[in-house]
């Protein structure tokens, strides 16, 4: 089993920033892709970014490229997600994902999630 706990949400105005952080309890963290999803009010939750175990190979939603940035310290059991120029569509709870071995970026595909962290962007 790994536990995943997200933290660093909160309220932003527009064009703000935040940084996610998701702590894994696992020694072998490195095992694992990682990942960012999100659900917004009354929307089905959607992908946002994913990693590999080197922190090599990226992916991004297109609606968050070029903003958001997903890295991983693998020393630290550490996922992580910078988040610029933000807008009030960014509004969701943000949730990291595991899956061992390759990364992917289909929710259904992953195997651990967290409890999830509250993002707000005021406009």
């Known amino acids: 089993q790994v536990q995943l706990v997200e933290s660093g949400g909160g309220l932003v105005q527009a064009g703000g920033s935040l940084r996610l952080s998701c702590a894994a309890s696992?020694?072998?963290?490195?095992?694992?892709?990682m990942g960012w999803f999100r659900q917004a009010p009354g929307k089905e939750r959607e992908f946002v970014a994913a990693i590999n175990w080197s922190d090599v190979s990226t992916y991004y939603a297109t609606s968050v490229k070029g903003r958001f940035t997903i890295s991983r310290d693998n020393a630290k059991n550490t996922l992580y997600l910078q988040m610029n120029s933000l807008k009030p569509e960014d509004t969701a709870v943000y949730y990291c994902?595991?899956?061992?071995?390759?990364?992917?970026?289909?929710?259904?595909?992953?195997?651990?999630w967290g409890q999830g962290t509250q993002v707000t962007v005021s406009s």
């Open positions: 696992t020694r072998t963290f490195s095992n694992y892709a």
């Open positions: 994902a595991a899956k061992y071995g390759m990364v992917v970026t289909r929710q259904n595909r992953m195997d651990y």
